[in-house]
């Protein structure tokens, strides 16, 4: 039998009939998933979907209490490490921090039903903010 000879073509592309009971169901299976994913595609209903969200975006607003946002959001903010008591002018609860209530703050932010995980690592700089520990800069 000549390679160059198929069966059937699709935009150029050459197929053979399935010659055996496996090559039918595994074209059936191919085809059936392809229907499936368009049937799913096009009844969509955006309603249902919204339903099954699995993250919800929240935060604390400026009276502390929480409000959620539309999608995903990654928070950075700023805590101090054992090497800020070293530190010149810093605040006096800056200057307190122990590795117990670093580590205790970790477990806090950990055990949040609304949050996946947390990373801290050390950072360098230099900032302004409020000696009274409010606002920033």
């Known amino acids: 039998m000549n390679d160059n000879h198929y069966d ?13 009971i496996t090559g039918a169901l595994s074209v059936l299976g191919t085809l059936s998933a392809i ?3 368009i ?12 339903q099954i ?3 919800s975006s929240m935060f604390l607003g400026a009276t502390g209490e929480p409000k959620e946002t539309s999608g995903t959001k990654q928070i950075q903010f ?3 490490s054992l090497k800020t008591r070293d530190t010149k002018d810093v605040s006096e609860w800056e200057s307190k921090v122990t590795e117990d ?13 609304d949050v996946n995980g947390y990373r801290r690592y050390e950072v360098f700089g230099h900032g302004k903010s409020k000696k009274n520990g409010v606002g920033g800069g």
């Open 8 to 20: 059937v073509a699709i935009l150029g592309q050459g197929f053979r009939y399935p010659k055996t």
């Open 35 to 37: 229907c499936f994913i």
């Open 39 to 50: 049937y799913t595609i096009l009844h969509a209903d955006s309603s249902k979907l919204e």
């Open 53 to 55: 969200r699995v993250w």
């Open 78 to 80: 700023w805590t101090p």
């Open 101 to 113: 209530d670093i580590f205790k703050f970790g477990d806090i932010i950990h055990e949040l039903d």
